[in-house]
């Protein structure tokens, strides 16, 4: 039975928690439990603006046979090496990174796509996001859905966790049980995306409040379900790198409040009225 | 109904059936109840009866033989049986895969989930187990708009037999919460696409039909379809 | 006519990117998990430049890379040396009439999920001889199929 205490804690021997603070980048784990909640797309948008404010920031995609952070970060023509080669020390870990030519300070490890999550040595995945925090500023692990071995391995080396939510049943659920399961170790905060404003005023969709209130946790931001998303990953830009829109501007927000930032949480505006909606009609 | 998803479950939450389980999916494979004992029969639909997952343990305490060996049981007496699948392609997707004879693929059009189901359908191959597609939450504006994959795309790309399109709605969101299937409000349009995708099952060939009126530029170019 | 005029009136999205950005990456996906078509293909290709030139066949590599529009398949053959001619072999190869790659990797065909019946290693591939023959050691095909040529 999975219990918290089986995730992984830190290794026999460690440094006291505060030595390590002051030498080392922050590593965040992504998870959700649910699928298709938006995990990919967060850990690629904030990843990105936090670099884009100066952070050296690497990207691990533990999705080791469900590879997306490429191809949502649209770098996946430069996928050379993955995770299981620099783990298996077939090559250095240089070789694997892939720096976004967008912004300079950006890196990808992307997951192999041919193998297993179960090849993958949970000790090993550790040392390697304790290398990565020695040169990275930021160190964002992208978790495959579930609570199986791969979210184990992509929760092994982080220090916080992000939890993204949508406001339905199923997701809240899931999201409470992990939870529950990372423990207290990992001060996890709470994204909730794909709020439909206009559904939660009819009573048709849980609240922010509603969802918080059976997670109980930080809340870092709202997002909205918005279609520029979708174009978004269709095309491999991330959101964030174009200013109009409002959910990079969330997400700019949310790393802004991850480096510390006093800012406020950013939330979806209320639905489009009706020549917001004309407007959309006649949009070529 | 069985829910493979040990540890996250949520068919009995979907189903509105959570506060009626006694026994799990687990127990029963443990031999610490017997399945009849496990299964909830559904007040609202006669023939209808879910094995719930267990929550507090996870997908390893179920052997893909002993899934074989539950499906194969519940086989000798249901039509169907129907085994939602967990995320991902680890353990629990293994398991809930053993039992089956064939498999629907639900995607929606996004590229993540496409190159997913993709790799999905792959594993399915290797095991020759027959693959139907159902494409989830398709927006038509978007797709006009160029914005969206358009059910012809995603067909395209995956090469699977198209059992269903569902459209995006804002009422399953409602249904969900309340724990009652869709399928139960006559009145909503989502009601007759999953009963057309129930009589593809049965073997029936029902068209696919427009979701939409077609616009002045979708009669001159061509309409696209959905049902 | 229509294909002009569809062009005037349809909007030219982002779902056009995505795929191509996908069939682009799930034949790459396809590429890597089929390493049994990938081991027949790179024994076919051995074999044919064996006939020519003395290879190191332990070295030989054979890798499937996505850039920018397309797959590319990279072979890196170490040549050992040029094979002894004797005197009734002909001082020029004879050239090979064309037929259709054995191996026909396309989209649509790869698309079978990542397991596409591996060929029969016995069967002969012709492949076309042309300026690229010499002593190249990095032979570039791509897009997947076609002779650089």
């Known amino acids: 039975m999975l219990q918290p205490q089986e995730i992984p804690q830190e290794a026999p021997g460690a440094e006291p928690q505060a030595a390590k603070a002051a030498i080392r980048g922050r590593a965040i784990v992504v998870t959700s439990g649910k699928g298709g909640v938006g995990k990919t797309t967060t850990t690629a948008n904030v990843g990105a603006a936090l670099a884009q404010r100066g952070a050296k920031v690497a990207l691990i995609d533990a999705d080791v046979g469900l590879r997306n952070l490429d191809i949502v970060l649209g770098l996946e023509n430069r996928v050379r090496y993955h995770l299981l080669d620099v783990l298996e020390s077939k090559v250095p870990l240089d070789d694997a990174l892939v720096t976004d030519k967008r912004v300079a300070t950006l890196s990808l490890l992307p997951a192999a796509q041919s193998r297993e999550k179960d090849e993958v040595d949970t000790e090993l995945m550790r040392a390697l996001v304790e290398q990565l925090r020695e040169r990275f500023d930021y160190v964002i692990v992208d978790s495959p859905a579930g609570i199986e071995k791969g979210f184990i391995n992509a929760v092994v080396g982080a220090q916080e966790a992000i939890i993204v939510c949508t406001p339905e049943v199923s997701s809240v659920r899931d999201a409470d049980r992990v939870v529950g399961l990372l423990g207290n170790r990992f001060s996890p905060q709470l994204i909730v995306n794909r709020v439909r404003p206009g559904l939660v005023k009819r009573g048709k969709m849980l609240s922010v409040d509603d969802v918080n209130g059976i997670l109980r946790l930080p809340l870092l931001g709202v997002l909205g379900d918005e279609a520029d998303v979708i174009v978004s990953t269709n095309r491999g830009e991330p959101v964030v790198f174009d200013p109009n829109s409002r959910t990079g501007n969330a997400y700019r927000t949310i790393a802004a409040r991850i480096a510390g930032d006093d800012v406020p949480i950013p939330a979806p505006p209320a639905e489009e009225g009706f020549m917001g909606k004309l407007g959309a009609l006649f949009r070529i | ?227 | 006519m229509f294909d002009f005029l569809s062009r005037f009136f349809k909007p030219q999205g982002s779902s056009e990117t995505a795929k191509e950005r996908l069939r682009l990456v799930l034949l790459s996906d396809h590429l890597q998990l089929a390493p049994d078509v990938v081991e027949a293909l790179k024994y076919d290709l051995i074999a044919v430049i064996s006939k020519y030139v003395e290879v190191d066949v332990e070295s030989c590599e054979v890798t499937f890379e996505q850039q920018d529009r397309t797959v590319l398949m990279l072979a890196n053959i170490p040549i050992v040396s040029m094979k002894v001619r004797t005197l009734d072999q002909p001082a020029e190869p004879e050239p090979i009439v064309l037929g259709e790659p054995e191996l026909e990797v396309q989209p649509a065909t790869v698309t079978s999920h990542a397991h596409a019946a591996a060929p029969r290693r016995r069967r002969r591939r012709r492949k076309r001889l042309g300026a690229g023959s010499d002593n190249k050691q990095h032979a570039v095909t791509g897009p997947l199929g076609e002779s650089s040529n």
């Not at chain 2, 997952?53 to 002993?66: F, G, I, L, N």
């Not at chain 2, 519940?74 to 629990?92: Q, R, S």
């Not at chain 2, 790799?119 to 139907?132: A, M, S, T």
Request: include cysteine; charged fraction near 30%.
């Open chain 2, 1 to 227: 109904m069985i829910d493979a998803d040990i540890g996250l479950r949520n068919l009995d939450l979907v189903m509105g059936i959570e506060k009626r389980i006694v026994f799990d999916l687990v127990e029963v494979v443990e031999g610490r109840c017997q399945l009849r004992q496990a299964l909830i029969k559904d007040k609202r639909f006669d023939s209808l009866s879910v094995v719930p997952a267990a929550q507090t343990r996870d997908k390893q305490s179920v052997s893909e033989e002993q899934m074989t060996q539950l499906v194969a049981e519940l086989a000798e007496w249901c039509d169907y049986v129907l085994i939602d699948c967990p995320a991902g392609i680890e353990h629990g997707f293994r398991n809930a895969i053993a039992g089956a004879s064939e498999a629907i693929i639900v995607t929606t059009p996004e590229v993540s989930a496409i190159r997913d189901a993709d790799r999905v359908i792959g594993k399915l191959n290797e095991r020759n187990q027959p693959v139907r597609l159902i494409i989830n939450r398709i927006r038509p504006d978007m797709v006009r708009m160029g914005d969206m994959m358009s059910v012809d795309d995603v067909c395209d790309i995956l090469s699977a037999e198209l059992l269903g399109i569902v459209p995006d709605d804002e009422e399953v969101i409602d249904t969900t919460n309340r724990g009652e299937p869709v399928v139960l409000d006559p009145t909503n349009r989502l009601a007759l696409i999953y009963h057309k995708i129930a009589r593809r099952l049965e073997g029936e060939l029902v068209p696919f039909t427009n979701l939409a009126a077609p616009s002045l530029f979708e009669r001159i170019f061509g309409t696209w379809k959905a049902g």
